[in-house]
C-alpha cells in the first residue's frame, strides 16, 4: 500500500528525501569497465581485489592440454592448500568438479576452449564448455586462447567472440589469453599486437606474458586489464621480480601456476607473490618472507611427524 501522504511516513514523522546532498555516481576501480553492467562489474570485483585493483590468480589447467602436468598429478592434493590464498582460480571444468571443494568460496576462470593436445597442432581449438554451463557452476569468467599468428588463428579468434558474445547475455566476462607458440618471440611489438587485438574483440581482461623491454608499452595499448603469466618454472626470486616489473609497470595482476605449485614450498610461495602484488613489495622482501614462511612450515612439519 503506498503512503498516503508523500511528507511523512504512517507515524507522522518527517520522511527525509535528502534534499540538498546530489547523489553520488561513482566509477568502476577496473580500467576499461566502466561501462559494463552490474553483473559484470560484480563478478570482475570478485576477481579483482577492489581495493588494489589487482588479483593473484591460481591456474591450474595445464591438464586439458598436458595431461598430468608435473606438480598437478594429484589436483585434490595440491591446489585446496593454496586455493584460500589465491583472489581468483583459474581451472577446466572436470578440475573444478572433481577436486575443488564446494564450500572454497574462491572465484574460478573457467577454462571453455578445448579440442587440442601437446601431441597435435594446439591452435586447432573450438569451445567445449558453453557459458550457460560456466554460469552453473557459479564462474566468474570464462576464458579461451587466441593463437594470433599462429595455424588456427582464425579458429581462436572465432572462439573468444563466441565467448564474448554469449557471455554478455548473462553478464559472463570473458579472459583472453595470448597463447604463444614455439615461433612466436615473446617481445612487446608481439604481445602488443596480440593483446590489443583481442582486448577490441571485446575481452574484458587479457593475460599475458612479461616482456623486456617494453612491457609499459603492452599495457599502456591494452584499454583493459592485463594479468600476467608465470610460464615456465624460474627460480622463486627470479619469478617474484618478473612479478614485480609486471606489477610497476601496469599490469593488474598474475595468472600464475607453475611458478606457486612446483616451488619448493608452495604455500609460501604463493603468499610472497600475494605480497608484491597487493602490497608492491620489493623481490628482495617477498622472497624473505617465503624463507620466513618455508622455515616455520618445515619446523611445524618437522614438530608434527616427532609426536
Known sequence: MPDASTTSNDKGEQKDFGIGIPVETKGFFLKGSAHLGWGMQNRLSRIFNPESGRAV????DHGYIMG????LERIDLAIPPLAGYADCLMCSRGALQS?????LNKPVVMRASTGATVLK???NEVIGVTVEDAVRLNASAVTAQAYVGAEGER???????????????YGMPTLGVTAVGKEMVRDSRYLGLACRVIAELGVHFVKTYYCDPGFDEVVAGCPVPIVIAGGKKIPEIDALTMAYKAIDQGASGVDMGRNIFCADDPVAMIQ?????????????KALELYNTLK????????????K
Open 155 to 169: 579458429a581462436s579468434l572465432a572462439n573468444l567472440a563466441y565467448l564474448i558474445n554469449e557471455g554478455n547475455r
Open 99 to 103: 577436486c575443488v571443494p564446494p564450500e
Open 272 to 284: 610472497a607473490v600475494r605480497a608484491v602484488v597487493h602490497k608492491n613489495e620489493k623481490p628482495e
Open 121 to 123: 597442432e594446439l591452435s
Open 68 to 71: 598430468p602436468t608435473t606438480g
Open 295 to 306: 622455515c616455520e612450515r618445515s619446523k611445524a612439519c618437522a614438530c608434527a611427524a616427532s
Open 57 to 60: 590468480m591460481l591456474a591450474f
